[in-house]
């Protein structure tokens, strides 16, 4: 049973958890395990995400707490997305009997359909670019380019210009933020046409890898898998600060998927440097 400790490393499972985890790995090889949470007080693993690959399928918590009123004890959580209730956690079923908890985890423990995947992470990038593109042209000042582009080029050359030292410098920050929203707009334009992939670092260290224009999710083992021109362009974004768009590069967002913080890519059809 392969079991991603994370941030957990040294403390055991709670004896229960390990129980439960045991049997459903036992009917469900192909499943991993992540550690996501510890008991504060007893040191032991409580709770842990399940994967089929990449994919989160649910997760199992165990914790001692009342149960519909009656006395404390060990009450096993099973999340995931195909448990469906009207009431309460709507997707959550909480039990204490733990073969109830394997046989439901046997039952749920399965991965989105691609498409739904897929079109989660579309509209994810999309709303991120949405928002950068706002923020841009939210701090782009209304300025004339063309007077700003006559004195900023008599002021590079120290020329003397009619205004002080302090308004050119107005001037050349406006023209960069004037600038950075043009490119922001741009590379929104190329995510809107589908000229280009997304690209989400995972948990495992693998890549998930989306031509925009084909739909196709596909997981990649390393960087170098990716075709050529997307690795240049990867290996440029990942040094750039977060939501700074790149002239025919792209643009990386910092997010969170599956409670684990990671970084997400829209990258740029085409060459790096266009022919």
Not at 195 to 218: H, N, P, T, W
Request: some cysteine; hydrophobic content about 40%.
């Amino acid at each position: 049973m392969k079991i991603d400790y994370n941030k957990y490393v040294g403390k055991k499972l709670h004896p229960k958890l390990k129980e439960i985890m045991t049997e459903v790995f036992c009917k469900m090889p192909q499943l991993t395990f992540r550690a996501t949470d510890a008991h504060p007080h007893e040191g032991v693993i409580i709770e842990v995400d399940a994967f089929e690959k990449i994919h989160k399928v649910g997760s199992i918590e165990v914790s001692r707490e009342a149960y519909r009123g009656d006395e404390m004890k060990d009450v096993i959580k099973v999340t995931s997305h195909l448990i469906k209730k009207q009431r309460g956690a709507t997707n959550v079923v909480a039990t204490t009997n733990a073969k109830r908890a394997v046989s439901k985890c046997i039952e749920v423990f399965k991965p989105k359909a691609v498409n739904e995947v897929v079109d989660k992470l579309v509209k994810e990038v999309d709303g991120d670019i949405s928002n950068m593109t706002w923020s841009y042209d939210r701090h782009a000042p209304n300025i004339n380019h063309v007077q700003a582009s006559i004195l900023l080029l008599a002021y590079a050359k120290g020329e003397p210009i009619p205004i002080e030292k302090e308004e050119a410098d107005k001037l050349i920050k406006g023209e960069e933020a004037i600038n950075n929203a043009r490119i922001a707009r741009k590379v929104g334009e190329q995510f809107k046409n589908k000229f280009g992939a997304i690209v989400r670092l995972e948990y495992d260290d693998s890549l998930s890898f989306l031509e925009l224009a084909g739909q196709e999710l596909k997981n990649l083992a390393s960087t170098y898998d990716l075709p050529v021109n997307y690795q240049e362009k990867l290996a440029i974004l990942k040094i750039m600060e977060p939501d700074q768009p790149i002239q025919n590069i792209g643009v990386r967002f910092e997010c969170s998927y599956n409670n684990i913080k990671t970084s997400v890519f829209f990258l740029v059809g085409g060459d790096t440097i266009p022919q």
